[in-house]
């Protein structure tokens, strides 16, 4: 079963705006990832968090986790119509050492 | 150049047919996944791998095989026995299993013809 669930599963904003996604799991994790796929490609890895991490930046990108309501968002400010994708998050099991995905938000950013 | 690659990029099966995903890396990586994707849906696992001549089902093995003979490879045989195996396949490896980034190849669409 799926254990990463993306909200929302489609969002469009204007170029220039900040885009905000959230992830919500439901075991204990090492740690949990967000992946960025273009239509027709494989994933690239964006950031890393880790289960004793309570926020992290990485350029325009800003990620925070919330163990205790096990869940995650992912922050891109001033975003550009390259930033359009699917936004995906991963999760580590502690119990499992396998790396799952949710369903994904796509994001349009409108020039 | 280090990465990992997966062939071919379009491949197309006739009902009853097995046919096999090749996925290669020179990344030294001990982790190899692999995962199909519906349109419009996320990544499901189809079978993953830890070290050679090892590995693990993932929450939709039936229909699928693999093998990890070698660090570098990790084909997917995708058998009759899959009763819908149109999707897009993405192979992926990473250091260490689910401990640090993992790199996907660019995936290969599977059509039933």
């Known amino acids: 079963s799926q254990q990463g669930e993306e909200d929302p599963q489609a969002l469009s904003i204007q170029e220039g705006e900040n885009a905000t996604m959230n992830c919500s799991y439901k075991t204990s994790i090492n740690n949990l990832q967000w992946y960025r796929q273009n239509s027709g490609r494989g994933l690239v890895h964006l950031i890393l968090i880790r289960s004793n991490e309570r926020e992290k930046h990485s350029g325009r990108l800003r990620v925070t986790l919330d163990t205790s309501k096990k869940s995650s968002s992912l922050l891109i400010t001033a975003s550009r119509a390259a930033d359009t994708a699917s936004y995906f998050c991963a999760t580590d099991w502690t119990s499992g050492s396998r790396l799952t995905f949710g369903e994904g938000t796509q994001l349009t950013v409108n020039p | 150049d280090g990465g990992i690659t997966q062939s071919p990029k379009y491949l197309f099966r006739k009902e009853g047919q097995n046919v096999t995903l090749s996925c290669e890396q020179n990344l030294n990586h001990d982790a190899m996944y692999w995962y199909r994707q519906d349109p419009g849906q996320g990544l499901r696992l189809i079978y993953y791998?830890?070290?050679?001549?090892?590995?693990q089902k993932g929450d939709i093995a039936e229909g699928y095989s693999v093998s990890r003979e070698k660090k570098e490879s990790f084909p997917l045989t995708v058998t009759s026995a899959q009763k819908n195996p149109t999707a897009f396949y993405l192979c992926a490896s990473s250091k260490w299993t689910g401990e640090t980034e993992a790199f996907f190849g660019q995936g290969t669409r599977l059509t039933v013809v």
């Open positions: 791998s830890q070290i050679v001549n090892d590995f």
